[in-house]
């Protein structure tokens, strides 16, 4: 029996060896020829990088190539058998492993696209390679395949009988009945490899990508176009729309809309970059097209008012005729005819009302949310605003914040930091600087002490007003701490120790400031006025007339009243 395998196994090794060769074109080669193009890669400047073989696997322009074709390119034409050419619009997948790319062509036709077989070849099948060719199709590259392995998506991996050179990298591989079964892979030795066409299904644009997955697009320069389905190219969407220029993310907006376009948000989505590019007709016919396809008419009305209101707020230039505050109250009111209870959309109405300035309207609508069961801390902060925007008393918005916080648990928790603030701010505005003190204090503390130089600047100043002279220079010397540069709070802090017959340590605040900007007129004149004040009256004349010399008018007269 030993003897007997081994002459089979000879007699096989010889067969494969013999067939290891070119074979005459297949009856179906014309046609496949049909559906394969040569791919053309270029640089950033526009040069031919490579050139290698390509196939389209549907008529809409979808096709496969070999991933090093395009590695580093910044654009990519086609070329098909007939001489057209078609440029390459986008990267719908790529795999550096497997050396693959999935693109879209931007054909003004639909294309010839290759048959995939339904089933695997078997072991000892006969496998066929087609490439890229001006001339007539009289030969191509055919094998026996000797074993098949599967990988990732029990895709096949076929190890057949010819290596090919690597211009057939990518290149299309087929049954003996015509039918796509994969791609070729790099050779090794006398084998060659097939990667199953299934494969190529797995090659797509990722919302979340893995790290491996996004190295592999990031080094191709092409535009990349959406995940495979609705749900996940939203997503994908939203993650661009950070990131991309307005112009790319408004191409891939149009994608989506053109391959789903009865999806109401793609329309929504699109009249951002829009608006951004003042193109405001397009951006209200997407609106327009998004409220009748959309299935929930009370949140497509509020957001669209929201928009609108945006867009008013924050771009009033160049304006829009055709959109207005009403016109943004309108749909609004839509929204709230429909669902009157939804606190978001009164909340937004109220918004509304204090863009366009209609702030007494505003307080009434606030006042009628805090008689319902939405009363919270948030709607009475907003009527705070609207009160000083009416131009009613400090104390009326202080009683405001005050209900505000009324509605915290004690001891309050960090979200009512920013109320405790506004608070202390409008204190500080009707000079109950004591109370705006103890709301700063509060407010840092819901902070978790992480505030900023300006916090502690603000509040030294409050501390100043309130006499609390020793907390306002704590204050100030963190302050510099934090901002070591900032020549403002030196200069605070020596007027205050002055204030404070500090003489020495306002004399040694200063030298400290001089030795960061030794320009700094205000440090000259505050150094020479304290050693005046210390009875070093020759060296603060001195560093006076330096002052007066640089133009500080108050140095001068400082300077008139010391013998």
């Keep these: ?182 791609t070729t892979q790099p050779s090794m030795g006398n084998n060659g490899y097939v990667l199953g066409i299934g494969f190529a299904d797995t090659l797509s644009i990722k919302a979340l990508a893995t790290k491996v997955n996004s190295l592999a697009l990031d080094n191709i320069h092409i535009a990349k176009g959406l995940p495979d389905n609705a749900s996940e190219s939203l997503v994908y969407l939203y993650m661009k729309s950070s990131s991309m220029p307005n112009e790319e993310y408004l191409d891939l907006l149009n994608l989506f809309v053109e391959t789903y376009p009865d999806n109401a948000e793609g329309y929504f989505r699109r009249a951002t970059p829009l608006i951004d590019l003042h193109r405001f007709d397009e951006a209200d016919r997407d609106l327009q097209t998004y409220l009748k396809l959309s299935t929930e ?121 920013n109320y405790v603030l506004r608070r202390g701010q409008l204190h500080a505005a009707a000079e109950h600087y004591r109370d705006a003190v103890n709301d700063y204090n509060q407010y840092c503390f819901l902070s978790n002490n992480k ?17 609390m002279y020793q907390q306002a220079l704590d204050d100030l010397t963190t302050a510099i701490s934090m901002a070591p540069q900032a020549a403002v709070l030196y200069i605070e802090k020596c007027a205050l120790l002055l204030r404070v017959n500090e003489i020495d340590e306002c004399i040694n605040i200063a030298n400290k400031l001089l030795s960061i900007d030794p320009q700094n007129v205000n440090a000259l004149r505050i150094l020479g006025y304290a050693q005046t004040q210390n009875g070093e009256v020759a060296q603060g004349k001195a560093n006076l007339q330096k002052a007066a010399d640089m133009g500080d008018e108050s140095a001068k007269e400082l300077l008139k009243t010391i013998e």
């Design 1 to 182: 029996m030993k003897l007997k395998t081994i002459i089979i196994t000879t007699i096989s090794v010889i067969t494969l060896t013999l067939q290891a060769q070119e074979a005459a074109a297949p009856k179906w080669g014309s046609k496949a020829m049909k559906a394969i193009v040569s791919v053309l890669t270029y640089d950033k400047e526009g040069n031919l990088m490579n050139s290698g073989t390509g196939f389209y696997l549907n008529t809409e322009g979808v096709a496969l190539a070999d991933y090093n074709l395009f590695k580093g390119a910044y654009s990519a034409v086609v070329v098909d058998v007939n001489g057209d050419k078609s440029p390459v619009k986008w990267i719908l997948g790529a795999d550096d492993t497997y050396s693959l790319v999935k693109f879209k062509v931007s054909t003004k036709k639909k294309n010839v696209a290759l048959t995939k077989a339904e089933s695997f070849s078997s072991e000892g099948a006969m496998v066929f390679t087609l490439k890229y060719t001006k001339e007539k199709l009289t030969s191509c590259p055919s094998a026996q395949v000797s074993s098949i392995n599967t990988i990732t998506g029990n895709c096949p991996y076929y190890t057949v009988s010819y290596a090919t050179d690597e211009s057939y990298l990518g290149a299309p591989v087929f049954n003996a009945k015509g039918e796509l079964i994969g």
């Design 451 to 467: 505030v900023n130089t300006s916090f502690y600047y603000d509040r030294a100043k409050l501390e100043q007003k309130a006499r």
């Design 297 to 417: 008419k009370a949140l497509a009305n509020t957001k669209v008012a929201d928009i609108i209101n945006t867009k008013l707020v924050y771009q009033p230039e160049p304006p829009y005729e055709k959109w207005t505050f009403d016109l943004a109250l309108d749909y609004i009111n839509k929204a709230l005819a429909e669902q009157p209870d939804i606190i978001e959309y009164k909340m937004l109405k109220g918004q509304i009302l204090m863009s366009k300035k209609d702030f007494k309207a505003a307080i009434d609508h606030y006042d009628a949310i805090n008689r319902t069961q939405g009363r919270s801390p948030e709607v009475y902060y907003a009527a705070s605003l609207a009160h000083e925007g009416a131009g009613d008393s400090l104390d009326v918005q202080i009683a405001m914040i005050d209900s505000a916080l009324a509605m915290f648990s004690t001891p309050m928790p960090a979200e009512a930091a």
